[in-house]
């Protein structure tokens, strides 16, 4: 395994601490296990570091800006590359298995390939000048507070809000320009003028036939969404078309981590990643002078995990550049404990769960109504859409139900979706299995937090190493992606290490 990269300065040691959580956190949805997720994240990091500086060198010996992504993005771009050169070199294995699909598929080799078939966002953000670049991102991506962004990059901020705009428009105009410069055929040609209107208004109807090209054209539909500023679509446009694979799921978890104040290079919430040998004997990353590990903040990726899911609207906070629409930053030493390693294995069927509650030999059972609870807490055994509820025998004393779980759908398209589970445990817990059943046959694809395997309509989820410890009172989320078919109606039957949980609405 490659060692970390030294900095050559000050400035650059905080920004290594500011892009390592970034990298890790991605890397993490990359991979199937922890010492995976650390290797792979290491490994892209250095590369990254080598090519940002080779890109710099270059420009100070000839003279002229050589066009390059900013710092975050273009180290994530670093683990997904290392990642096809994993899977090109027989350590695929390593890989989380939908990744390997889309590493052997022609949506992957668009980031590789010509110039101008690659998607319109990345070659966008490519073409502006790199402080405007890394403004568009850490907002709209990282979804930190605008005034926090501004002081990262010596802006006055008052005048910041005024200054993303401008560099909104200039992305704009770039992926506009770039639109008309990609290879099409007629029909979208025909369309390109007509794009270009619609999107530039935020109340503009779009036309029926505008609407069924944009269905079936990928690339006139990527268009739009960078083209289109009103209406928050404009992060997951960035992420997606940056990144790539994993996209959306990696822009959940910097919003959550900004929200929990756990972004920017934060030292204070480390954690074991593996490297413990390279914290000892090599630190050297830190602000203000003082050094201090890189890999000691590789923390600040998975221990978001640990902080509950927001409005469940991504554009709403990504998409705001006043810092007077933003909420308050939490405070993470009160918000979250620090995060631990991460567990082994992926979409595998869960085994027992050593848990902080007694839960006797119960095994997932069917969950009992309480009279007492004004929320919702009857539920149906896995697999059925009978009667809600049971009854106990006469004489009995029903225990009352000891957390509570919320369930936000964040995103929805015809076939799919994304979701978000919270529970708030009463009692503090060693470990966690929360369980829940859909009601109209939808599947689960892809988790992050947590391990998931699904029976029928069934589903559970155990907790990862990192997120497992859950304090009296606390919280903690897994976020997924789903299908659904008939209907997409929310779960019930919530279960926390085989007791029932009420649903909060």
């Given at each position: 395994?490659?060692?970390?990269?030294?900095?050559?300065?000050?400035?650059?040691?905080?920004?290594?601490?500011?892009?390592?959580?970034?990298?890790?956190?991605?890397?993490?949805?990359?991979?199937?296990?922890?010492?995976?997720?650390?290797?792979?994240?290491?490994?892209?990091?250095?590369?990254?570091?080598?090519?940002?500086?080779?890109?710099?060198?270059?420009?100070?010996?000839?003279?002229?800006?050589?066009?390059?992504?900013?710092?975050?993005?273009?180290?994530?771009?670093?683990?997904?590359?290392?990642?096809?050169?994993?899977?090109?070199?027989?350590?695929?294995?390593?890989?989380?298995?939908?990744?390997?699909?889309?590493?052997?598929?022609?949506?992957?080799?668009?980031?590789?390939?010509?110039?101008?078939?690659?998607?319109?966002?990345?070659?966008?953000?490519?073409?502006?000048?790199?402080?405007?670049?890394?403004?568009?991102?850490?907002?709209?991506?990282?979804?930190?507070?605008?005034?926090?962004?501004?002081?990262?990059?010596?802006?006055?901020?008052?005048?910041?809000?005024?200054?993303?705009?401008?560099?909104?428009?200039?992305?704009?105009?770039?992926?506009?320009?770039?639109?008309?410069?990609?290879?099409?055929?007629?029909?979208?040609?025909?369309?390109?003028?007509?794009?270009?209107?619609?999107?530039?208004s935020p109340g503009a109807e779009t036309p029926e036939d505008l609407s069924r090209h944009l269905a079936r054209c990928v690339e006139c539909a990527e268009a739009a969404a960078c083209l289109r500023l009103h209406g928050g679509g404009l992060p997951a446009a960035l992420a997606g078309g940056v990144i790539g694979w994993g996209g959306l799921a990696y822009l959940e978890r910097r919003r959550r981590a900004a929200e929990a104040g756990l972004s920017g290079g934060r030292t204070d919430a480390a954690a074991d990643t593996g490297l413990a040998e390279i914290k000892e004997a090599a630190p050297r990353i830190g602000r203000t002078g003082l050094l201090v590990?890189?890999?000691?903040?590789?923390?600040?990726?998975?221990?978001?995990?640990?902080?509950?899911?927001?409005?469940?609207?991504?554009?709403?906070?990504?998409?705001?550049?006043?810092?007077?629409?933003?909420?308050?930053?939490?405070?993470?030493?009160?918000?979250?404990?620090?995060?631990?390693?991460?567990?082994?294995?992926?979409?595998?069927?869960?085994?027992?769960?050593?848990?902080?509650?007694?839960?006797?030999?119960?095994?997932?059972?069917?969950?009992?109504?309480?009279?007492?609870?004004?929320?919702?807490?009857?539920?149906?055994?896995?697999?059925?859409?009978?009667?809600?509820?049971?009854?106990?025998?006469?004489?009995?004393?029903?225990?009352?139900?000891?957390?509570?779980?919320?369930?936000?759908?964040?995103?929805?398209?015809?076939?799919?979706?994304?979701?978000?589970?919270?529970?708030?445990?009463?009692?503090?817990?060693?470990?966690?299995?929360?369980?829940?059943?859909?009601?109209?046959?939808?599947?689960?694809?892809?988790?992050?937090?947590?391990?998931?395997?699904?029976?029928?309509?069934?589903?559970?989820?155990?907790?990862?190493?990192?997120?497992?410890?859950?304090?009296?009172?606390?919280?903690?989320?897994?976020?997924?992606?789903?299908?659904?078919?008939?209907?997409?109606?929310?779960?019930?039957?919530?279960?926390?290490?085989?007791?029932?949980?009420?649903?909060?609405?």
């Amino acid at each position: 395994m490659p060692d970390l990269p030294t900095p050559q300065n000050a400035a650059e040691a905080a920004l290594f601490s500011e892009c390592w959580d970034a990298v890790l956190s991605y890397a993490d949805l990359c991979t199937s296990g922890s010492a995976a997720a650390t290797q792979l994240a290491t490994e892209a990091f250095t590369h990254g570091i080598h090519e940002a500086r080779s890109a710099t060198a270059r420009t100070k010996n000839t003279g002229r800006r050589n066009p390059q992504l900013p710092r975050i993005p273009l180290l994530l771009n670093s683990v997904r590359t290392t990642a096809a050169a994993w899977e090109a070199h027989g350590q695929g294995h390593r890989l989380d298995p939908d990744l390997r699909l889309w590493l052997n598929s022609e949506k992957a080799a668009r980031y590789t390939g010509p110039p101008l078939h690659r998607p319109v966002a990345l070659r966008g953000l490519k073409d502006l000048q790199e402080p405007d670049a890394a403004l568009l991102w850490l907002v709209e991506v990282e979804a930190l507070p605008l005034p926090a962004v501004a002081r990262r990059l010596g802006l006055d901020p008052v005048a910041a809000a005024e200054e993303l705009g401008q560099v909104r428009t200039l992305f704009r105009d770039r992926c506009h320009r770039n639109h008309l410069d990609t290879p099409m055929d007629a029909d979208c040609r025909s369309y390109a003028r007509l794009l270009d209107a619609v999107t530039r208004s935020p109340g503009a109807e779009t036309p029926e036939d505008l609407s069924r090209h944009l269905a079936r054209c990928v690339e006139c539909a990527e268009a739009a969404a960078c083209l289109r500023l009103h209406g928050g679509g404009l992060p997951a446009a960035l992420a997606g078309g940056v990144i790539g694979w994993g996209g959306l799921a990696y822009l959940e978890r910097r919003r959550r981590a900004a929200e929990a104040g756990l972004s920017g290079g934060r030292t204070d919430a480390a954690a074991d990643t593996g490297l413990a040998e390279i914290k000892e004997a090599a630190p050297r990353i830190g602000r203000t002078g003082l050094l201090v590990a890189a890999v000691i903040v590789s923390g600040l990726a998975l221990t978001v995990s640990l902080m509950p899911f927001g409005t469940g609207d991504d554009r709403g906070v990504s998409a705001r550049g006043d810092a007077a629409d933003r909420r308050p930053v939490a405070d993470p030493a009160v918000s979250s404990p620090a995060a631990t390693t991460r567990v082994e294995g992926s979409l595998v069927s869960p085994g027992p769960v050593a848990t902080g509650v007694d839960t006797g030999s119960k095994s997932d059972p069917e969950p009992q109504g309480t009279p007492s609870s004004p929320a919702r807490a009857t539920s149906k055994a896995p697999g059925s859409k009978g009667s809600k509820g049971s009854t106990k025998p006469s004489g009995s004393t029903e225990e009352p139900a000891s957390c509570e779980v919320k369930y936000a759908v964040v995103d929805q398209w015809t076939d799919g979706f994304q979701a978000s589970v919270t529970v708030t445990s009463a009692k503090a817990l060693d470990s966690w299995r929360i369980g829940w059943a859909f009601d109209d046959g939808q599947r689960v694809t892809q988790m992050w937090d947590g391990t998931v395997a699904q029976d029928g309509s069934r589903v559970t989820a155990d907790a990862k190493d990192y997120n497992k410890s859950v304090a009296a009172g606390g919280s903690f989320a897994v976020g997924f992606l789903g299908t659904w078919h008939d209907g997409n109606t929310s779960p019930d039957a919530f279960t926390l290490n085989g007791g029932r949980c009420t649903t909060a609405h």
